[in-house]
């Protein structure tokens, strides 16, 4: 750490800003708000883990009440996703301007408010714009989610708050094709959105007495960045797809705008301090490491999670129920692993914990990519399981690992980058699959299983190599300093 005599001003004011954060929020919550602020967490997320797992399943019912394509009712999925990505990153750098718990609550107001424009919807085009408006508070709530866990535990729990939320997501998405099946079977699909508004005014009620407040920075937002970010995320994500779906014509030209758009985000983003795209953080080793091996994980996960519903119903002969029951025990194994290397994470090295886990999944992609007719369920479950329980065992650590390589001041940031590559890996994986698909069917599970097999060792290498950057985490004596900006509690 530099000393005063030969820090520089960048120096001086990063350190001034991050002593402010903490004096507001010095080592977390104390006991019961820090519950209160969790259950408010966990909340928010679950409504937008679910809302993406819910719509996939009721889609096709979805289009045939509203009279519309499948083709064109697929937007309903897409216009939340891509609304999510193109605002990860511009409302993280908000959060980190104005203050995490105004972003959050802003985004689970919008979120709430969107749900009941889907609930209340009759048309396609009235829907699609809903999902939007969904979309953009799930970006809300996304980007700033690891923000709020960093400033809600203390720092020697950091690892199992962490790991906590890895396991409340992982019941979402586990749940979400159950919810939607057991509401579908006794209402109509307005209900699946509407269900979510009074959850949201009840998380709105607990985050506005418990959620961590964080005293923002005085920067102005940069909009130009953001809409450079838009245009770059929204035209590189729908030309991949367009490309893996109606072959290279249909997507190039979105690809090359949306290459454009980054490389003049990048120019005018490399030479700020605090930019919108967290280059500052992507320059810490440790830091990069980590995205990286986050976004080749999730590629391979999604690479698996794509193709095996379509490779265990036409090739396998399973139906679409049993399909279901056969993708449950990935998500169920990440939910036991996770909170137990979370927990680890607090005094083990990410890269150690992840190079373990990581190894364990590629070892159950390969062993996926080896399933053929014939096979019993159970061979197919343990499989299953394997992928989930390595996958699990990786992702807590790996989350820690990013969000503490950041300044205090930049969590935000940090969230944001945490978010997008989650996001990038995914539609990297979701594209990488289609591919597959389009050259040789669904006969090609098997050697696409065997690709995310490779990606996963790819990632192993890549979180072993963090082992001599970081020093073993140890846990830190909690900070005495009266929190100045804690508020009522509940």
Same mark, same amino acid.
């Given at each position: 750490m530099p000393t005063a005599a030969n820090a520089t001003p960048a120096q001086i004011a990063r350190e001034d800003t991050d002593a402010h954060a903490a004096s507001a929020t010095p080592d977390g919550l104390?006991?019961?708000?820090?519950?209160?602020?969790?259950?408010?967490?966990?909340?928010?997320?679950?409504?937008?883990?679910?809302?993406?797992?819910?719509?996939?399943?009721?889609?096709?019912?979805?289009?045939?009440e509203l009279n519309a394509t499948a083709a064109s009712s697929i937007w309903i999925v897409n216009?939340?996703?891509?609304?999510?990505?193109?605002?990860?990153?511009?409302?993280?750098?908000?959060?980190?301007?104005?203050?995490?718990?105004?972003?959050?609550?802003?985004?689970?107001l919008v979120f709430t408010l969107g749900s009941l424009g889907c609930a209340l919807s009759?048309?396609?085009?009235?829907?699609?714009?809903?999902?939007?408006?969904?979309?953009?508070?799930?970006?809300?709530?996304?980007?700033?989610n690891a923000a709020l866990v960093r400033f809600t535990y203390p720092k020697k729990f950091l690892g199992r708050g962490i790991g906590l939320n890895a396991l409340v997501i992982s019941i979402s998405a586990a749940l979400g094709p159950t919810i939607a099946?057991?509401?579908?079977?006794?209402?109509?699909?307005?209900?699946?959105f509407a269900i979510n508004v009074p959850i949201g005014v009840l998380a709105l009620a607990i985050a506005a007495r418990a959620l961590p407040t964080t005293v923002g920075s005085d920067r102005r937002f940069d909009w130009l960045s953001a809409l450079l970010n838009a245009v770059t995320f929204g035209f590189l994500i729908t030309g991949a797809e367009s490309m893996a779906r109606e072959g290279l014509a249909s997507g190039a030209w979105k690809l090359a705008i949306g290459l454009a758009a980054g490389a003049v985000l990048a120019r005018r983003e490399l030479r700020m301090e605090a930019p919108l795209v967290p280059f500052d953080l992507l320059k810490l080793p440790i830091f990069g490491l980590s995205i990286l091996t986050s976004i080749i994980s999730f590629a391979a996960q999604m690479l698996a999670y794509v193709g095996l519903p379509f490779y265990f119903q036409t090739e396998l002969g399973r139906s679409a129920v049993v399909t279901g029951l056969l993708m449950t025990p990935w998500p169920i194994a990440v939910g036991i692993s996770a909170p137990l290397a979370g927990r680890l994470a607090d005094r083990h090295r990410a890269g150690t914990l992840g190079g373990i886990g990581l190894s364990v999944f590629a070892a159950g992609l390969f062993a996926l990519s080896l399933l053929r007719p014939g096979v019993s369920n159970l061979d197919i479950a343990w499989r299953m399981a394997l992928c989930g329980l390595g996958f699990g065992f990786f992702q807590a650590p790996n989350n820690r690992a990013m969000?503490? &390589?950041?300044?205090?001041?930049?969590?935000?940031?940090?969230?944001?980058?945490? &978010?997008?590559?989650?996001?990038?890996?995914?539609?990297?994986?979701?594209?990488?699959?289609?591919?597959f698909f389009h050259l040789a069917g669904t006969k090609a599970a098997p050697a696409a299983l065997a690709?995310?097999?490779?990606?996963?060792?790819?990632?192993?290498?890549?979180?072993?190599?963090?082992?001599?950057?970081a020093p073993r985490p140890r846990p830190e004596p909690l900070d005495r300093a009266v929190n100045t900006a804690s508020g009522p509690t509940p």
């Open positions: 104390p006991v019961p708000r820090r519950y209160w602020s969790v259950a408010a967490i966990w909340l928010a997320m679950t409504m937008s883990v679910l809302d993406g797992a819910i719509a996939n399943v009721a889609l096709p019912t979805i289009a045939h216009a939340y996703q891509l609304a999510i990505t193109v605002t990860l990153l511009p409302l993280a750098a908000l959060g980190d301007r104005l203050g995490y718990r105004r972003v959050y609550m802003a985004g689970l009759h048309s396609l085009a009235s829907l699609t714009a809903a999902r939007v408006l969904q979309g953009l508070g799930a970006g809300g709530i996304m980007s700033i099946a057991a509401i579908l079977a006794r209402a109509s699909w307005e209900w699946l969000v503490t &390589a950041a300044p205090m001041h930049r969590s935000g940031a940090a969230g944001g980058a945490l &978010a997008t590559a989650r996001l990038l890996g995914q539609t990297s994986g979701a594209v990488t699959t289609a591919v690709a995310a097999g490779g990606l996963a060792v790819f990632a192993v290498l890549a979180s072993l190599s963090r082992l001599k950057l």
